[in-house]
């Protein structure tokens, strides 16, 4: 509390002798956000002019949460949005995924497709839940999120052509990307809060260019503004009226990342007062906004615990915010889960420089240490949260704020025993000809021709050759395996696992290693004559943040000039 201002601490206090006399119920007036916002009638949008946002004219804290709708079952929507709620939360911020909605070049999922992942696409039901729960929606479509999702939500059959310039004004990447937001706003436009053209009332308060494209790039050199000049134009030709921003870390990148002196936002953890300035002085007449702040943070494969941010740093960090007279949106306020081959993957270093093992897979769970747990459990955060933004909101007291929803109690799963298994070679056998191409040398997932010319995009590759061996043959992989090799000799695997930090440095199929070399010894019986040898290739996810050239990241066993016994 001793972060917050004299006039904060005074409502928290009052705050917190009120909560004596009640439960879980929330506290606040009796008129809904909506209410309050548009009674009146809407005549204008959100406008980001001097210190204060203002949306139809009445000046607004955004205090928002992102919620990712494509890591969350649909059954949990509602519940989810309640819990936001009743944090004292009016905005939800919400990525659109490419990769998801767009499979197939011209093949589009907005909740009537076929797919596992179809029933969570319908982005239209999802954003009128938004408003059913009297809140307003910060619009991110991208068509780059990054969110630590995979290949940063762009379609891995980007990749089947060459060149391909990503997140550039590259012709054909942005014809792409042009068609990919236009199918996205032509379901969502009816859905803003003001159009001039249009359906008035929606969610939607504002709309963000792209997605921390300061970062795009190596050092100072310039970035291609002319991509975000075309992607503002279309968001505009495609009736998007809201006001539009950019989002990035003003220590790092500056305005790099903006263009037309559009709402610049911020996004961070730590150095928060110091981001807080900088943006300030950057723009002095323009109310700030944090887009992300970075309330804990994602897992990679092989680290040793889970990623936290303490409560205390976190009420500090939020605390220079209130300070600030800044509005925010927790990033992630519920994280969720990365359903099938959906996590993403980084580089560690900056701008171009590396470190090793360079490329780091994030892990399935999406928890990101955020106030609301994976499975919905609510904790010290979230309360902070309902402390700091009750004494800090000017709107609080005047709005009605729903109780906490109840949430069952995690439970752990009973042990599952397996009694049954198909042998790998059986699998190989089952798959169908039309997911197998016979090639003269190896060929990345993303170049075959399968799945209607769009290549393969997630899982796993084997790349087959029948041919004698003999033990004490070189087994060789010039550059680094993209992700994870096996070796099998007749169906049998003969290269040791990767299982831990130590094995990823030392054994061979391991992406951490250039050049790697196998001696092949064992399961040879008979193999002078011939015997299969498989190379089973894992993608473990492609990289979804980094410099321009990470995006270049076909999945195969190899990067570099080939691979021979």
């Not at 998007?240 to 990035?248: N, Y």
Request: glycine letters at 8%; aromatic letters at 14%; proline letters at 6%.
């Amino acid at each position: 509390v001793r972060h917050l201002s004299s006039r904060m601490e005074l409502k928290l206090f009052s705050f917190c002798l009120f909560l004596l006399s009640r439960t879980s119920t929330v506290s606040g007036g009796d008129v809904s956000l909506y209410e309050y916002f548009s009674g009146d009638g809407i005549t204008e949008g959100l406008t980001a002019v001097g210190d204060e946002f203002k949306l139809n004219g009445k000046e607004l804290k955004i205090l928002s949460g992102s919620f990712h709708y494509f890591r969350v079952h649909p059954s949990f929507w509602k519940t989810r949005l309640q819990q936001f709620k009743a944090a004292g939360l009016n905005t939800i911020s919400v990525y659109v995924p490419w990769n998801l909605h767009e499979p197939q070049r011209g093949e589009f999922d907005f909740g009537d497709g076929t797919s596992q992942f179809s029933p969570f696409l319908n982005i239209t039901m999802f954003l009128e839940m938004i408003l059913e729960e009297d809140m307003f929606a910060i619009f991110r479509p991208g068509p780059y999120i990054c969110g630590e999702w995979e290949f940063g939500g762009m379609p891995s059959w980007l990749l089947h052509e060459h060149p391909m310039f990503f997140r550039s004004s590259f012709g054909p990447y942005q014809e792409r990307a042009e068609i990919f937001l236009h199918e996205v706003i032509s379901r969502v436009r009816h859905l803003q809060f003001f159009s001039e053209s249009g359906a008035k009332g929606g969610p939607i308060i504002m709309t963000q260019i792209e997605n921390e494209f300061g970062n795009y790039g190596y050092g100072d050199h310039p970035r291609d503004k002319e991509h975000l000049k075309f992607l503002k134009s279309v968001l505009r030709q495609e009736g998007i009226e809201s006001l539009l921003f950019t989002s990035d870390t003003p220590t790092l990148t500056g305005d790099w990342g903006n263009i037309d002196y559009e709402l610049m936002t911020a996004n961070f953890k730590w150095n928060s007062e110091e981001e807080l300035q900088t943006l300030k002085e950057m723009r002095p007449n323009a109310p700030i906004l944090v887009t992300e702040f970075w309330p804990g943070w994602f897992d990679h494969w092989f680290e040793p615990s889970h990623n936290i941010l303490a409560v205390e740093d976190f009420r500090v960090i939020l605390g220079n915010i209130f300070n600030a007279n800044a509005s925010v949106n927790f990033y992630m306020f519920h994280g969720g889960t990365n359903f099938a081959f959906m996590n993403g993957a980084n580089i560690l270093g900056y701008s171009g420089a590396e470190i090793s093992p360079s490329y780091v897979p994030d892990v399935t769970s999406y928890d990101y240490d955020a106030p609301i747990t994976e499975s919905g459990q609510y904790t010290s955060k979230y309360n902070a949260t309902v402390e700091m933004i009750a004494a800090y909101d000017p709107l609080y007291d005047l709005l009605s704020h729903p109780p906490m929803p109840q949430i069952a109690p995690a439970a752990v799963y009973s042990d599952v025993v397996f009694t049954e298994f198909i042998p790998y070679w059986d699998i190989i056998e089952k798959i169908p000809d039309n997911f197998r191409e016979v090639l003269s040398k190896p060929t990345p997932m993303e170049k075959l021709e399968i799945n209607n010319g769009n290549g393969q995009s997630y899982g796993y590759i084997v790349y087959r050759k029948t041919l004698p061996l003999m033990p004490g043959m070189i087994l060789k992989i010039r550059g680094h395996p993209r992700d994870l090799v096996q070796v099998l000799v007749n169906g049998v695997e003969v290269n040791p696992p990767v299982l831990t930090l130590s094995d990823l440095k030392k054994n061979f199929g391991s992406w951490a290693i250039r050049d790697g070399e196998y001696e092949l010894l064992s399961h040879l019986e008979g193999c002078e004559a011939g015997c299969t040898l498989d190379l089973m290739v894992e993608n473990l996810g492609r990289v979804n943040f980094g410099a321009p050239h990470n995006f270049e990241q076909q999945k195969k066993r190899f990067v570099g000039r080939g691979c021979s016994p």
